[in-house]
């Protein structure tokens, strides 16, 4: 039985060829960049973080991993503590120590490249009541790693766990593990809404009625596509966790990661309240430098108009709570 490949939106192609990976390596040779700059390391809130089951909280380990507290429950997005990537070492310490990390009930992988699977992460977080969510086409190979409490999703399928409703949405991306695996299971970003707002689908809180988390969307990797005025378009969305890094040589990532002037335009396109930037300043994926990063997406932030309030960029093991009081206004 031929097996099943997975494809973008308009069956955008992210395949380089040989050719093009010999002129990458012979342009990084020729740069010249400064690494100095480091993403600082915030003294992680452990205590609060483990008694905590009533706000909503958004920690960033490093990379696209976070620690988020939402509707109860403890989930992980994209686990990788690993201490290096292949021949890249760790830039930075994990926000959050991985043996202090309060019991997980929910990881989330968004794809499997290794950078967002670290299968010697998951488990250690891995337990009993850990559900592990993967994209379609990638729950078999959980199982065969040992994790049987693992449900895949298609792009735009829901499904709800405790008081959360998850929703797996469209990147534009790729994945590989090994050479024979190419494309073999999907990709795609979440988002995270409270399950009680099925009940009030137009989202106002009657008299006694609790104020609802805000909407959360976890970008996973992708590059530029029209999928982002989809999301915007299908959801109302408060905090968008966004990536802004391993984008040069744009000529060579441009299919598959946004640079930090199209994750500024993604997060207008699916209409989010605030950003907060990941995949930046951990792994040297690419060329680009996490200043270089920041600064651009600075710029990209000041030529739209949009207020400073309305970017977020957290350091490793800084916590954000987000009250639903507090958000801002649409």
Not at 250 to 273: C, K, R, Y
Request: proline content about 7%.
């Amino acid at each position: 039985m031929a097996k099943i490949r997975y494809n973008n939106i308009d069956n955008v192609s992210t395949d380089k060829t040989l050719k093009e990976f010999r002129q990458w390596r012979e342009e990084r040779r020729r740069k010249k960049k400064d690494y100095t700059y480091k993403v600082p390391n915030h003294p992680p809130q452990l205590s609060y973080l483990a008694g905590n089951r009533l706000d909503t909280t958004i920690t960033w380990i490093g990379h696209s991993t976070f620690f988020l507290q939402y509707e109860g429950l403890n989930i992980i997005t994209d686990p990788i503590w690993a201490r290096r990537l292949g021949f890249e070492k760790r830039i930075g310490q994990p926000g959050i120590p991985l043996s202090d990390v309060p019991p997980v009930d929910l990881i989330l992988i968004s794809h499997s490249h290794y950078d967002h699977l670290h299968i010697a992460s998951i488990r250690k977080l891995y337990r009993a009541g850990t559900t592990i969510i993967v994209p379609e086409g990638l729950k078999r190979k959980m199982a065969r790693k040992g994790f049987p409490n693992c449900l895949e999703m298609k792009w735009w399928e829901e499904l709800t766990l405790g008081a959360v409703k998850l929703t797996f949405v469209p990147t534009q991306h790729w994945t590989r593990r090994t050479p024979f695996d190419t494309n073999s299971s999907h990709w795609g970003g979440y988002v995270l809404q409270p399950a009680e707002a099925q009940k009030h689908p137009e989202g106002e809180e009657g008299e006694g009625q609790r104020k609802l988390p805000p909407n959360l969307y976890f970008a996973g990797d992708s590059g530029f596509f029209p999928g982002f005025k989809e999301i915007g378009s299908r959801f109302k969305l408060h905090v968008a966790l966004m990536p802004i890094g391993a984008y040069e040589p744009e000529w060579f990532m441009n299919s598959q990661h946004v640079n930090p002037e199209e994750a500024v335009q993604a997060f207008l396109d699916v209409g989010a309240e605030l950003m907060i930037p990941m995949h930046f300043g951990t792994f040297r994926l690419a060329d680009d430098t996490a200043r270089e990063a920041l600064d651009r997406m600075e710029l990209a932030r000041v030529a739209q108009g949009i207020s400073g309030e309305r970017i977020r960029t957290l350091g490793y093991g800084e916590t954000l709570v987000v009250h639903p009081e507090e958000r801002l206004p649409g």
